[in-house]
């Protein structure tokens, strides 16, 4: 046990650390929710950690934390794998899971919506408060109780990934349909994308703060029901602005406020993320 409640207090910490750190931000995606269409290039690793900090009106506040490793399986295929954690004041902090996810490329070459098939299994506790997608009728209300990680959760969780770039703009949009294995009926979400480079233009010199390295952006998220209640009805929705660094050699950092559109929402949910690459990790590996 002792040393579980080390590694959640790294955990912990590591999202903190990320949250000052960052203060535009991502890596390979423009966004927190929506995927596009870029995958990671083929033998490279990524890892990334991304947290989430809401202060539900009524409850207390929390931190959602998510530790990513991603690996370019092949220039159409990219798999991902998630470690998942959260902290909430005056409460407890605790492990709440793991993902496995998996997105396909059916079309390598750059069309005018290139689509991108995800399929994910999630195998996380009630106490989870990642907030990696909204669907169903996810609302503030769920977080008002204290923590509880006595009902575990494995779900299938697919996406429809649609994206479009055109004169330096990314517009992205993804349809989710998740569904607990256990039972029950599958519940939807979406989100919709929007981003841009500062400048198209590289500098001449080397430069770190270049306007080429920065991207602003917006996504808009949420729920659209189950198979027995689709639609926008007791909902939550919202619209987050996005700022992105890239530094050359280096990391990528990101932040995103998401602001609550409905009486459903949080009022804010503050988002940062930061990650690093690691260029064909396992053929340098073998070299050793």
Same mark, same amino acid.
Not at 76 to 79: D, H
Not at 240 to 255: H, V
């Given at each position: 046990m002792f040393p579980v409640k080390i590694g959640l207090r790294v955990l912990w910490v590591c999202s903190l650390l990320s949250g000052l750190l960052t203060l535009p931000a991502t890596a390979q995606e423009n966004y927190f929710i929506t /995927?596009?269409?870029? =995958? %990671? %290039? @083929?033998?490279?690793? %990524?890892? #990334?950690l991304r947290s989430v900090h809401g202060f539900p009106e009524g409850g207390n506040a929390f931190a959602g934390s998510a530790l990513e490793f991603e690996y370019g399986v092949k220039t159409?295929? $990219? *798999?991902e794998f998630y470690l998942e954690g959260q902290s909430t004041v005056r409460e407890s902090t605790l492990f709440t899971g793991f993902r496995i996810e998996n997105r396909f490329r059916p079309l390598l070459r750059e069309h005018r919506i290139n689509p991108v098939l995800y399929l994910e299994f999630e195998d996380i506790n009630s106490a989870d408060k990642a907030l990696l997608e909204i669907v169903g009728h996810d609302v503030r209300d769920d977080f008002l109780g204290r923590n509880n990680r006595s009902e575990r959760k494995r779900e299938a969780e697919l996406r429809l990934i649609l994206s479009s770039n055109f004169k330096g703009w990314n517009v992205a949009e993804n349809f989710i349909a998740e569904k607990n294995l256990g039972g029950g009926a599958w519940e939807f979400g979406y989100g919709v994308g929007v981003s841009r480079p500062l400048s198209l233009v590289a500098s001449a010199g080397d430069c770190r703060l270049c306007r080429e390295n920065f991207s602003l952006g917006a996504e808009l998220y949420g729920g659209l029901g189950d198979r027995h209640r689709f639609g926008l009805q007791e909902t *939550?929705? /919202? &619209? *987050?602005?996005? #700022?992105?660094?890239? !530094? @050359?050699?280096? @990391? $990528? &950092?990101? =932040? *995103? @406020?998401?602001?609550? !559109?409905?009486s459903n929402s949080h009022g =804010?949910?503050?988002r940062f993320g930061i990650s690093y690459e690691f260029e064909q990790v396992f053929s340098k590996l073998r070299r050793k």
């Open positions: /995927y596009t269409h870029q =995958m %990671e %290039e @083929p033998g490279n690793l %990524e890892l #990334a159409w295929w $990219t *798999s *939550s929705h /919202y &619209l *987050s602005p996005t #700022a992105i660094f890239r !530094l @050359p050699n280096g @990391p $990528t &950092l990101k =932040m *995103s @406020p998401g602001f609550g !559109l409905n =804010m949910l503050l």
